[in-house]
């Protein structure tokens, strides 16, 4: 049995599909409202009694977390990161020995890296640079875990995946492509960043392959889609997903930025002008795994599904 945590989540219910498509036994952890193969575990902390989900399960696939929140109301955001990313993974870490699971596989963020590469790629060999709260709880919850799997044998896998795209996508992305939809010009047409991003079918297969390769155990994975793009590239091409022209106004980058520092809006102009780019060599190597869809498939998903949502 495997335990999918989050699994009312955009990932999670992604893995739960693909290991129930697979004839896989598995059952997922939400927050409430258990449905079929569902089960509830209320707010994730460090009283939560995972026990009742771990039942028979011998893997557990945890997605579930606080994740980043750009204007974050929290008066101490790192205390509340730290209780839900930290504190109530090491309890599903800890309960998950009790219930005889042999393996772990932890969600992270490619943030615990650092948020931009200028001259040298990420790769899972880099010292850890997290640079928010999120990523300082991430960080640490991967601490944690390696920890008790070296005092208990758990077999533990982290992997660390940059912005996920695909069907039912939200946030910025979904944003992005609402605007492109209905043809407003964007002042992105001259940007020559690069990025890494992943489908979530290529996620979801690299998570799949992880539940059971011999090799993944103990690892750190980073993973993207193994092409990347400039925003400009991006733009343009989910404009071609999407049946649309794109109308992108090609001003610099450094007069974006001059802008958005002025208008207070400097970490969104790092996200759309900065670089960060992944290298997957070492996951590649280890799990003799390539992404299994390409780039311009995935937006032709992703875009066929918002199309329909419209």
């Not at 790769?123 to 300082?136: C, I, N």
Request: charged letters at 20%.
């Amino acid at each position: 049995m495997k335990l999918i945590t989050g699994a009312d989540g955009f990932l999670g219910s992604a893995i739960l599909a693909a290991l129930k498509a697979k004839g896989v036994p598995v059952r997922g952890a939400v927050r409430s409202l258990a449905k079929e193969h569902n089960v509830a575990i209320g707010n994730i902390g460090p009283d939560t009694n995972w026990l009742p989900a771990l039942k028979g399960v011998d893997t557990v696939v945890h997605t579930a977390a606080r994740v980043h929140i750009m204007d974050d109301k929290a008066s101490d955001p790192l205390s509340v990161f730290r209780s839900v990313n930290v504190e109530g993974t090491r309890r599903l870490a800890e309960q998950s020995i009790q219930s005889g699971v042999r393996r772990f596989i932890f969600i992270s963020s490619i943030k615990v890296n650092g948020e931009t590469t200028d001259l040298d790629v990420f790769t899972p060999f880099d010292p850890p640079h997290p640079e928010d709260a999120y990523s300082q709880s991430k960080w640490e919850a991967e601490q944690a875990l390696h920890k008790i799997a070296d005092n208990t044998g758990l077999e533990v896998v982290i992997i660390r995946p940059p912005l996920v795209y695909g069907p039912g996508v939200k946030a910025n992305f979904l944003t992005m492509m609402r605007y492109l939809h209905k043809g407003l010009p964007l002042p992105l047409g001259a940007i020559h960043n690069k990025r890494s991003l992943v489908a979530l079918d290529n996620l979801v297969d690299l998570i799949m392959v992880c539940i059971d390769h011999p090799a993944a155990a103990n690892q750190t994975f980073l993973v993207s889609d193994d092409e990347d793009l400039s925003t400009t590239e991006l733009l343009q091409r989910i404009s071609i997903a999407l049946g649309k022209p794109s109308r992108l106004l090609p001003i610099t980058a450094g007069l974006l930025k001059t802008g958005a520092a002025l208008l207070g809006k400097k970490k969104m102009a790092q996200r759309l002008l900065g670089s960060l780019q992944i290298d997957i060599t070492n996951t590649k190597n280890i799990l003799n795994w390539t992404p299994p869809i390409s780039v311009d498939e995935a937006l032709r998903k992703t875009a066929e599904d918002f199309l329909v949502r419209q």
